[in-house]
């Protein structure tokens, strides 16, 4: 099988048994939600989820490139904030994504930042997490107010469905902010929202002590923390996608309401909601300074 002038090999390969999906139905998903996705993979440190056995089998997350790439693959040389250099993987092209498809790279996450600005993030990141059983009502209802709150302070949200269970709230930075600062404000805007639900939310990372309110996670806005590439598959059963989505839509869409075979024709209907976000990109410093007048 070739997908973009690429061998599939072993393309029959079932990689999700509860529900047939083969490695050859994965690479055909990549060619076809590349011209969507690519822009958002595109300069940036990636890091793999692989399951060379299906979703049934041992899966990894693998974040340095192997040492045997082709010659054609871009790996980038990013500084660790331990000391030295990690090698990643940079996918900016078809070939590419066709190429991570063929090694059972299920799902796809990015940094926050782009290789050639690593310490100086241009987008921050609220994963909505809710707690077994929460109603799709709340989680939304919770969406929206991280929505209202970036709009508060100055920024412009955007959102996707994480093919999991909940939502990512999303806003693009200009990139003069430093990474620990970002960082630092993501936590402060959750236990910002947290401190007025506190029934309801929690930034608590001990899973256990949340009890029954969602967890508002701002970890990923970390230094070399990643989240799910929009058009990722997810290794979960049902092959669901991550989805970006317009606000108007958030009230029908659920966290895993695409799959491997509804993204393309979703993809053929609209196109990609987040292809312009970074016109609207903003100081992530001046956000933080509205939030704290915000009491």
């Not at 940094?111 to 100086?120: G, L, M």
């Not at 100081?283 to 007048?293: D, M, N, P, V």
């Amino acid at each position: 099988m070739k997908v973009e002038d690429f061998e599939i090999s072993k393309p029959d390969k079932v990689l999700y048994p509860d529900d047939d999906v083969t490695k050859g139905d994965v690479a055909t998903h990549y060619a076809a939600v590349a011209e969507a996705m690519l822009p958002h993979l595109r300069d940036r440190p990636l890091t793999l989820r692989r399951y060379p056995d299906g979703i049934g089998g041992e899966g990894w997350f693998q974040k340095q490139a192997p040492d045997h790439l082709p010659d054609w693959i871009r790996v980038a040389e990013v500084p660790q904030r331990s000391g030295g250099k990690g090698h990643y993987i940079v996918c900016d092209s078809r070939e590419t994504l066709a190429y991570l498809a063929n090694q059972a790279a299920l799902e796809l996450h990015v940094w926050a930042a782009t290789v050639a600005a690593p310490e100086h993030p241009d987008l921050v990141v609220i994963d909505l997490d809710p707690p077994d059983g929460m109603a799709l009502k709340e989680l939304r209802a919770t969406a929206r107010q991280v929505r209202d709150l970036y709009e508060a302070v100055g920024l412009t949200p955007f959102v996707q469905t994480t093919g999991g269970r909940g939502y990512h709230v999303v806003a693009p930075l200009d990139g003069d902010t430093g990474v620990d600062e970002v960082r630092e404000f993501a936590h402060e805007a959750a236990d910002h929202l947290a401190a007025q639900h506190p029934d309801r939310l929690t930034t608590v990372l001990r899973k256990e002590k949340r009890g029954d309110r969602l967890f508002l996670d701002a970890n990923r806005n970390g230094y070399g923390q990643t989240f799910v590439t929009p058009y990722s598959l997810r290794a979960r059963p049902s092959a669901p996608v991550a989805i970006p989505i317009e606000w108007s839509e958030l009230g029908n869409a659920e966290p895993a309401g695409w799959t491997v075979h509804t993204a393309r024709r979703r993809l053929a209907q609209k196109a990609d909601p987040w292809r312009d976000m970074h016109r609207h990109a903003a100081s992530a410093q001046r956000a933080r300074e509205r939030l704290r007048k915000l009491g």
